[in-house]
C-alpha cells in the first residue's frame, strides 16, 4: 500500500505542479500585460482623445494568444504551456502590429506649441519676478506647453530706468538663459516722463534733441547692461505705438526727428561689442494719430515689423480689422514688401468684451502668417488666464494653445494664479507705471529713498499703536 500511496501522491503533485505552470504562464502572456498596460495609461488622462485610444488598442496582440495555441493541437493543457517558449508566437505579430495603433498618436505631439520648430508664443504677465514665475504656471494651465517667450517693460519714469537698473533684468536674463530657443522682448521707451501727458511742443523740442544725439548715453548704459547680463541677442520693443497719442516717444509732433532719433538709438546699441540686438518696430494697429508708415524709420535699422492688435474699437469685426486702412492686412503686406518678419507683442480682448470669435479668428491670423513671436496681454480686461471675466475666450486659447483640435464643449475651470495680479492699465498705456502707496491712518512714514520704495511697491510705515501698557 505504501508504494501506491506514494505514487498516487506523486500523479496529484504532477496535476498541481501542471495547474500552477499554466496559471503561471497565462499570467505572464501579452493578455495580462497589455491588461496591465491599460490600467497604466488610463491613470493618467491624456491630454488628446488619440493617446488612450492608441493605448486601449494594445489588448487587441493579446488575442493571438488564444489564437496559438499550440495547446489546442494537443488538447492536454500541461504540455502546451509547459513550454513557455511559445509566446514568441504572439510576439512575432506583436512588433508589427503595435507601431500601427500608435501611429494616430503621433501627430498630436508636433502639434503642441512646446514643439521647438513651432512658432514663439508666450504672454505679458507682470514685469518684475511676478512675470517670470508665472511663465511656467500658464504652460502648466496650457497642458505643459512650454512658453519660449518672455515679454517684460522698462519703466519710463526716468532715464536711470530706461537704463535697465541692477536687478531689473537679471531674473528675465536667466530664465532666458536656462535655454537655447527662448526669446526675451523688452519694451524700451524713448524718452523719460514717457506718460505724463507731455504737449506736442515739448514733445517736439525732445525728439530733436534726441535725434541730435543728446541722450545717446542712457541707450549705451542699457546696450552694455543685456551684454553684460549675457542677453545680447533680445529684441527690443522700442517706441512702441508710436503712432498713437498716450506716449512721450511719439511721433506724430515731428515724425521726421522721431525717425531720426529711432535711427540714433539704434545705431548707438548696435556700437556696443557683444551685441546681436534684434529691433521691432511697433505701431498699434490703424491709423490712430498718424499713419503708421509715416513713422517708419528705414530697413536698415528695423529687424521685426511688429504690430499691437486689440480687439477695439466696440463694434468692429475681426474682417475690419484684417482690412481697415494700416490694419492688419496692410501690416502683413508692407512687412513683406520690406523683407521683414511680423510679431504681434501685444494683443487681446478688449471694448468688445468676452469675444471668443476674435479669439479664435486672431490665431487663426497669426497660425497663417507666422509671426517671429506673439504675447498676449494677460491681465484684465485683455487676457485669458489672469482675467476671469473671459471665460468663453479663455476655453478657445487654452484649446488651441494646448494642441487640441476641437473647441471644449464647457469652458474649462480658471486656476486662480498663485498670486493676485496686479490691476493693469489699457493696452494704450504702459503696464509699468509705478503704484503711488500712501501712509494712512495712525501710522508714521519711513523715507527709505525712491529706489527701495520703487522696488516694494509703495512707502512703508510704523505704527504708534502696535504696542500698549496694557499688554
Not at 203 to 231: C, Q, T
Not at 313 to 329: A, C, I, K, R
Not at 404 to 424: F, G, N, W, Y
Request: aromatic fraction near 8%; include cysteine; hydrophobic fraction near 35%.
Amino acid at each position: 500500500m505504501a508504494p501506491q500511496q506514494r505514487r498516487a501522491r506523486s500523479r496529484r503533485l504532477a496535476v498541481v505542479a501542471a495547474a500552477v505552470a499554466a496559471s503561471a504562464a497565462l499570467a505572464s502572456g501579452p493578455g495580462f500585460a497589455a491588461g496591465a498596460g491599460v490600467v497604466r495609461v488610463a491613470d493618467p488622462p491624456a491630454p488628446t482623445p488619440t493617446v488612450p485610444t492608441a493605448a486601449m488598442t494594445l489588448p487587441a496582440p493579446a488575442e493571438p494568444d488564444p489564437v496559438v495555441p499550440a495547446p489546442s493541437a494537443t488538447p492536454e493543457a500541461p504540455a502546451a504551456p509547459e513550454a513557455p517558449v511559445t509566446p514568441e508566437a504572439p510576439v512575432t505579430p506583436e512588433a508589427p502590429l503595435i507601431p500601427t495603433p500608435s501611429v494616430p498618436s503621433v501627430p498630436s505631439v508636433p502639434s503642441v506649441p512646446s514643439a521647438k520648430d513651432a512658432p514663439a508664443f508666450g504672454a505679458y504677465l507682470d514685469y518684475g519676478a511676478q512675470g517670470v514665475a508665472r511663465i511656467a504656471e500658464l504652460g502648466e494651465w496650457l497642458g505643459g506647453a512650454e512658453l519660449r517667450v518672455g515679454h517684460t517693460y522698462l519703466p519710463g519714469d526716468r532715464w536711470h530706468n530706461i537704463e535697465g537698473p541692477p536687478g531689473f533684468l537679471d531674473l528675465w536674463a536667466d530664465w532666458r538663459l536656462e535655454k537655447d530657443d527662448r526669446m526675451l522682448v523688452l519694451n524700451v521707451p524713448m524718452m523719460e516722463r514717457n506718460e505724463e501727458g507731455v504737449s506736442d511742443d515739448e514733445v517736439r523740442g525732445l525728439l530733436r534733441e534726441g535725434a541730435a544725439g543728446e541722450f545717446d548715453h542712457h541707450f549705451s548704459a542699457l546696450a552694455e547692461r543685456l551684454v553684460a547680463l549675457k542677453v545680447p541677442d533680445t529684441v527690443i520693443v522700442l517706441g512702441w505705438e508710436m503712432n498713437g497719442i498716450t506716449y512721450t516717444h511719439r511721433c506724430g509732433p515731428d515724425p521726421e526727428a522721431w525717425k531720426k532719433y529711432w535711427n540714433r538709438i539704434v545705431s548707438t546699441m548696435r556700437s556696443v561689442p557683444g551685441q546681436k540686438f534684434r529691433f521691432d518696430f511697433t505701431p498699434t494697429r490703424g491709423k490712430d494719430a498718424v499713419p503708421w508708415t509715416e513713422c517708419y524709420p528705414g530697413d536698415d535699422t528695423v529687424d521685426i515689423l511688429g504690430m499691437d492688435s486689440y480687439d477695439q474699437p466696440t463694434g468692429l469685426s475681426f474682417d475690419e480689422q484684417v482690412n481697415e486702412p494700416y490694419g492688419l492686412q496692410a501690416h502683413v503686406d508692407f512687412a513683406k514688401s520690406h523683407g521683414k518678419p511680423i510679431s504681434y507683442p501685444e494683443w487681446g480682448l478688449f471694448r468688445n468684451g468676452d469675444n471668443a470669435e476674435y479669439m479664435r479668428r486672431m490665431i487663426a491670423w497669426m497660425d497663417e502668417h507666422k509671426p517671429l513671436y506673439n504675447t498676449v496681454t494677460d491681465y484684465c480686461p485683455h487676457g485669458v488666464w489672469q482675467c476671469g471675466q473671459n471665460p468663453e475666450s479663455s476655453a478657445v486659447y487654452r484649446s488651441l494653445l494646448s494642441g487640441r483640435i476641437d473647441e471644449p464643449s464647457t469652458p474649462p475651470t480658471i486656476p486662480a494664479p498663485s498670486v493676485d495680479p496686479p490691476v493693469e492699465p489699457s493696452p494704450s498705456t504702459d503696464p509699468t507705471t509705478e503704484p503711488s502707496t500712501e501712509p494712512t491712518g495712525k501710522c508714521t512714514p519711513l523715507d527709505l529713498g525712491e529706489w527701495v520704495e520703487y522696488w516694494i511697491g509703495g512707502k512703508l510705515c510704523f505704527r504708534l499703536d502696535w504696542w500698549s501698557g496694557d499688554q
